[in-house]
């Protein structure tokens, strides 16, 4: 049974950092394309970083030279670290695994607020 389990949301204020991580049971991160993706409410779930099984990596322009996403193949967990964040990066954070099927955790809140 394959699970994502993210952590590391909160409150942060904006211009403030968050670093968010994803532990993986059942698959294995390293080979296969990882990411992270947002949904605020009201809005549809988009992709804010992508890793692909070689580690090259992809960023939208919303949050690329802010956003980091990064891999412990030795703990099987993937991280996004988020610098000067913003109100408008506030939404539900999930991991997501593409190995064959898709895999989804249940996400993780970010707010950045004053």
């Known amino acids: 049974q394959v699970q994502l389990v993210e952590s590391g949301g909160g409150l942060v204020q904006p211009g403030g950092s968050l670093r968010l991580s994803c532990a993986a049971s059942?698959?294995?991160?390293?080979?296969?394309?990882v990411g992270w993706y947002r949904q605020a409410p009201g809005k549809e779930r988009e992709l804010v970083a992508q890793?692909?099984?070689?580690?090259?990596?992809n960023y939208p322009d919303s949050v690329k030279g802010r956003f980091t996403i990064s891999r412990d193949s030795v703990k099987n967990t993937v991280y996004l670290q988020m610098n000067s964040l913003k109100p408008e990066d506030t939404a539900v954070y999930y991991c997501?695994?593409?190995?064959?099927?898709?895999?989804w955790g249940k996400g993780t809140l970010v707010t950045v607020s004053s």
């Open positions: 997501n695994c593409r190995a064959g099927l898709q895999y």
């Open positions: 059942g698959v294995i991160f390293s080979g296969n394309v």
């Open positions: 890793m692909a099984s070689r580690g090259s990596t």
